[in-house]
């Protein structure tokens, strides 16, 4: 009978292919029906593993991995650049992202001669200031691009030092061991930004005194202004400046009242971690991954196992619980295509950043190699963009 059911679904459901996904095997990674991965490399500070699988029409969440220079001259620093990017209402965001934030943080650091928590801050900001211009160049033929958003997760090692910053509810989590007892601990490092959380609906209630309507339970789930999840992103102009919240974007997107400051901000919680030598290594995946698996679980899942294919045993598993929640096989869900699987589990990224104590306690000075990898094998053009498509549902991430 379920089988019948899915057969039915993948005829009907089965979508045109995604030019930005590549379907055979990459310089960089493999493919295997929906999932891409590459169970491992090196880069500047160690060892990663990569892995992504597809759940919407359109690929959402974006990645890369960055190691080497840090800026635009070869004079340094060095290190690594891990980037997360979970889009929304659509793939155009988390695309551009991926385009342009590590180009800024290079100019940036470049500027400034070092990695700072202001270098990261700038880059942020000026990611942010290019797609309000994209989208204000679009909005005329294609309004709905107003509407489009990204979660946006970073990390930066440099000179034994960690820098998280992060927009949305992807996470980032620490493997530290304890040698007194041998366990490897999990240590979350991210600050997240989503209306389930008391403390932000607090935020948002401190930012906005006089809207009593600026986070409501919708469905048994906490939302701003009834909408979306997340209180910080890249994009999501709909709710950033009033004169894009008007028509002809979708009346689903549209608030009854003008707003006169942001409803949601681009500000990144930013931290700082000295890294120590009994720090092992470090998860960075998008919330698809957390809807199924505590921290803890994830540490335990990449201690216990060879390094060698970390980031999809990690995603194998949550499809396996994401599975179980709906009382099907594994074997089964696989089967489901993209689009329809999105009614299973959610876009999911990973990048399992391993630490060696001798590479990351060396100085930024010290050149390495360049090594630059995309998440999902996705090459984009300089300076181009997929079609925009019609956001499905802007309210989740």
Not at 156 to 184: F, H, M, P, Q, W
Not at 266 to 291: T, Y
Not at 386 to 393: V, Y
Request: glycine share 8%; charged share 20%.
């Amino acid at each position: 009978m379920l089988s019948g059911l899915m057969n039915l679904l993948r005829a009907c459901f089965r979508p045109k292919a995604d030019p930005y996904v590549h379907t055979g095997s990459d310089a960089s990674g493999r493919q295997d029906g929906l999932l891409w991965y590459k169970d491992t490399g090196h880069h500047s500070n160690g060892e990663y593993s990569m892995a992504v699988v597809q759940a919407n029409n359109l690929l959402e969440d974006q990645s890369q991995l960055e190691s080497g220079c840090l800026s635009s001259h070869d004079s340094g620093p060095y290190g690594t650049f891990v980037g997360v990017y979970d889009g929304h209402g659509g793939p155009e965001t988390s695309r551009f992202i991926n385009e342009h934030l590590f180009r800024h943080l290079q100019r940036f650091t470049s500027e400034h001669q070092s990695m700072s928590v202001e270098v990261i801050r700038k880059a942020f900001q000026a990611t942010e200031d290019g797609f309000f211009s994209l989208v204000s160049r679009q909005w005329p033929m294609k309004p709905q691009i107003a509407a489009v958003g990204s979660c946006c997760l970073v990390g930066v090692i440099c000179g034994g030092t960690l820098y998280i910053a992060n927009l949305g509810d992807s996470r980032a989590v620490l493997g530290r061991l304890v040698k007194a007892t041998g366990e490897v601990l999990s240590i979350r490092l991210s600050a997240e930004h989503n209306a389930s959380i008391e403390s932000v609906r607090q935020e948002l209630h401190s930012l906005h005194p006089d809207d009593s309507q600026i986070v409501v339970l919708k469905h048994n789930v906490w939302r701003v202004k009834g909408l979306i999840q997340i209180s910080r992103s890249i994009g999501d102009v709909y709710l950033k400046k009033a004169e894009f919240n008007r028509e002809p974007l979708y009346a689903k997107f549209r608030l009854r009242e003008p707003f006169k400051r942001p409803i949601l901000s681009a500000e990144p919680s930013i931290s700082v971690h000295q890294l120590l030598p009994h720090d092992q290594f470090v998860i960075f995946a998008s919330d698809g991954l957390w809807e199924h698996l505590t921290d803890q679980e994830a540490v335990d899942l990449v201690q216990n196992h060879p390094r060698n294919g970390s980031a999809r045993r990690l995603v194998k598993v949550a499809l396996q619980e994401a599975a179980k929640k709906r009382e099907m096989r594994y074997s089964d869900l696989k089967k489901i295509d993209r689009g329809v699987r999105r009614h299973f589990h959610d876009d999911i990224t990973v990048i399992v950043v391993f630490l060696d104590s001798h590479l990351v306690s060396r100085a930024s000075t010290v050149q390495s190699p360049n090594v630059s990898v995309k998440g999902g094998g996705v090459n984009i053009p300089h300076n181009t963009l997929a079609p925009c498509t019609t956001p499905t549902e802007a309210g989740t991430t």
